[in-house]
């Protein structure tokens, strides 16, 4: 069973323009939600990652947005680069939990 | 330095083979995992080792093993190799477990 429900699965963006990618929990433990970017051939790195207690959290051109009366969470990417083609995996935890929940990925691709 | 350094990189060998991949993390995490990519991209936890401690065994073949000497290290094992262990498989570590992975940069196994 899939604890983290990611979309879409592909995204395609222009250089400039706003990437979004959506994400899904069901399970309300759940306390610290990452994501993590990964480069072809190489481990994911996290990125930005954020707690229930706050709506919103930015670091530079990467912000979390989260809703907890829905259980859902989002990355958007503001003025997208090429350099951001990558595969995005939200993730979930809880206080008590062993590891990390990811999503399924999302690959994106800005093109020039 | 390499946070977490898995060896080798790269590792083909047929089947019915044994084989095993090396992890190593100089962060001073305690939790280390194993964590398996398939061709779609999917993150699948495998093993968890916190202070040498197995936290997590997932439905893993029991091919698989891993060992832990000391809690800087995190070996994974794998016996009698299939066609179907052909993925990309990766360490990471934590200081706290389910939170701020750091991920090594993965070991591509191709079972021919």
């Known amino acids: 069973q899939q604890q983290v429900k990611q979309s879409p699965q592909s995204l395609i963006v222009q250089k400039g323009g706003i990437s979004i990618i959506n994400c899904a929990y069901e399970?309300?433990?759940?306390?610290?939600f990452p994501w993590y970017q990964q480069f072809p051939g190489k481990g994911p790195a996290l990125l930005i990652a954020i707690r229930p207690d706050v709506s919103e959290k930015k670091e530079g051109r990467f912000t979390i947005s989260f809703n907890k009366s829905a259980k859902q969470f989002s990355l958007h990417i503001m003025d997208s680069q090429p350099g951001d083609s990558a595969t995005y995996f939200c993730?979930?935890?809880?206080?008590?939990?062993?590891?990390?929940?990811f999503g399924t990925g999302t690959r994106l691709t800005v093109i020039p | 330095d390499t946070a977490v350094s898995q060896t080798p990189k790269y590792l083909v060998t047929q089947m019915g083979n044994d084989k095993s991949i090396k992890c190593e993390q100089n962060?001073?995490?305690?939790?280390m995992y194993w964590y398996k990519q398939d061709s779609k991209k999917f993150l699948k936890i495998m093993f968890s080792?916190?202070?040498?401690?197995?936290?997590i065994n997932e439905t893993v073949p029991n091919r698989f093993s891993p060992k832990s000497p000391d809690k800087a290290h995190l070996n994974l094992h794998i016996n009698s190799l299939e066609l179907g262990d052909s993925a990309v498989y990766f360490c990471?570590?934590?200081?706290?477990?389910?939170?701020?992975?750091?991920f090594g940069s993965g070991t591509r196994l191709t079972v021919v």
């Open positions: 993730a979930a935890s809880g206080s008590g939990a062993n590891n990390l929940f």
């Open positions: 080792y916190n202070n040498k401690e197995l936290i």
């Open positions: 399970n309300t433990a759940f306390d610290y």
């Open positions: 990471a570590s934590s200081h706290r477990q389910g939170h701020g992975y750091t």
């Open positions: 962060l001073g995490h305690d939790t």
